[in-house]
């Protein structure tokens, strides 16, 4: 998307939106490392179990959700501005089209029993609506009850949501 945005800005705002692009990839990168380093963690844990291997999942844990917290706190305040002015509907069905996630099934089910814990009953409501029927499927078989295992393992208590 930040390329179309980047082509969608003025010519006076690309040094701007430019900025803020390489603030916005820097940041992405550093989640990337994050869940790289969960899903490491995820699997010591499972493999041995150890309240250490526990411990550095938790770790890993809280680095992610402090990192994707500071990323959606930027994005709420300047991307999603900047991308209601710019791109218009043409743009977003391009974007669309082309867009893919990296992330495993297991790890989208992850990040996803994140937001949903997170969000209260509205935001829910609406985030299981914008996902593929197909992930809405999963969550319900098998996401949401290996997510609650998760996080009963981690924190010894059920999720909050």
Do not use: H
Not at 12 to 40: F, H, K, M, N, Q
Request: proline residues 4%; contains cysteine; positive net charge.
């Amino acid at each position: 998307m930040w390329p179309a945005l980047l082509r969608a800005a003025p010519v006076a705002e690309r040094p701007a939106v430019e900025a803020a692009i390489a603030g916005w990839t820097s940041a992405c990168s550093r989640i990337d490392a994050a869940l790289r380093d969960l899903d490491t963690a995820a699997n010591q844990w499972a493999v041995c179990g150890s309240s250490r291997a526990r411990d550095g999942f938790a770790l890993a844990c809280r680095r992610l959700a402090g990192d994707v917290a500071a990323q959606t706190a930027e994005e709420e305040a300047v991307l999603l501005p900047l991308l209601d002015r710019y791109l218009t509907d043409a743009d977003w069905t391009a974007i669309i089209r082309t867009a893919r996630c990296g992330l495993s099934g297991r790890q989208q089910l992850l990040v996803l029993g994140l937001a949903l814990e997170d969000a209260c009953a509205g935001d829910r409501t609406r985030l299981l609506s914008g996902v593929p029927r197909s992930t809405r499927l999963a969550w319900r078989l098998y996401g949401g009850n290996r997510y609650r295992a998760a996080v009963v393992r981690l924190r010894g208590a059920p999720p909050a949501a």
